[in-house]
């Protein structure tokens, strides 16, 4: 089936470092979505992204969608304790509600003050 | 975004019994899906449960096991039939948006003795 591969897995860093994490796949898609998900709890949305190209950001977060429609990335800037989670990236391969979402195995984001 | 709530929040049930988590949204919506999480693993989509028929689910899950209802635009149940320890996860029930992006709920976490 479809797969995004996302990269990297897991990530230790410093307070007030930048991060920057990715999708690719094989497949085109039409949507990209970026999730967070602390412990306990369900995935929370972050950013949605629904044009190639198109830069959008929340915040410290920034998000593109690749120009051949097959990536995304996330960069979050300045990072806080609270930034520690694990993020997800999700592609929607249909048009809005048609289709259903295909999620990548997250990044694991761990801060240290 | 709607606000979703599920219950319970977390059980420990016996091997060969039953359990039924149900999923509430605040607003109608007429798209809702629900996802297993195994642990530390990413979403994986078992259904998506439709208002008056019969829910369509996704390859390597059957009705038999995961039996699904949607009564009405609000609510939809999901039940995880003769449960084995392998069925220990999370089940998240999400919402859909015509632009396509999905709001979780906060998630139901299983421990299958």
């Known amino acids: 089936g479809q797969q995004l591969n996302q990269s990297p897995q897991s990530m230790f860093i410093q307070e007030g470092e930048d991060v920057s994490m990715n999708c690719t796949s094989s497949s085109i898609f039409n949507t990209w979505l970026w999730y967070k998900q602390d412990p306990g709890e369900g995935p929370v949305l972050l950013i949605a992204?629904?044009?190639?190209?198109e830069l959008t950001s929340n915040g410290r977060l920034t998000a593109q969608f690749g120009i051949t429609r097959k990536d995304s990335f996330l960069n979050i800037s300045a990072s806080i304790p609270s930034d520690v989670g694990i993020y997800f990236c999700?592609?929607?391969?249909?048009?809005?509600?048609?289709?259903?979402?295909?999620f990548g195995k997250g990044t694991k984001l761990s801060v240290k003050p | 975004s709607a606000v979703i709530s599920q219950k319970p929040s977390r059980d420990i049930c016996q091997r060969g019994t039953s359990l039924t988590i149900q999923c509430q949204v605040d607003s109608q919506v007429t798209m809702m899906f629900w996802y297993r999480q195994q642990p530390g693993q990413s979403l994986t989509l078992i259904a998506t449960a439709n208002q008056g028929s019969e829910a369509t689910y996704e390859s390597g899950f059957v009705i038999d096991k995961f039996p699904i209802s949607r009564p009405n635009l609000t609510f939809s149940t999901l039940t995880v039939s003769n449960m084995s320890p392998e069925d220990s996860s999370i089940y998240l029930c999400?919402?859909?948006?015509?632009?396509?992006?999905?709001?979780f709920g906060p998630g139901t976490r299983l421990t299958v003795l």
């Open positions: 999400s919402v859909g948006s015509r632009a396509g992006e999905q709001f």
């Open positions: 999700a592609g929607l391969r249909y048009g809005g509600s048609q289709g259903n979402l295909i």
């Open positions: 992204l629904y044009k190639a190209g």
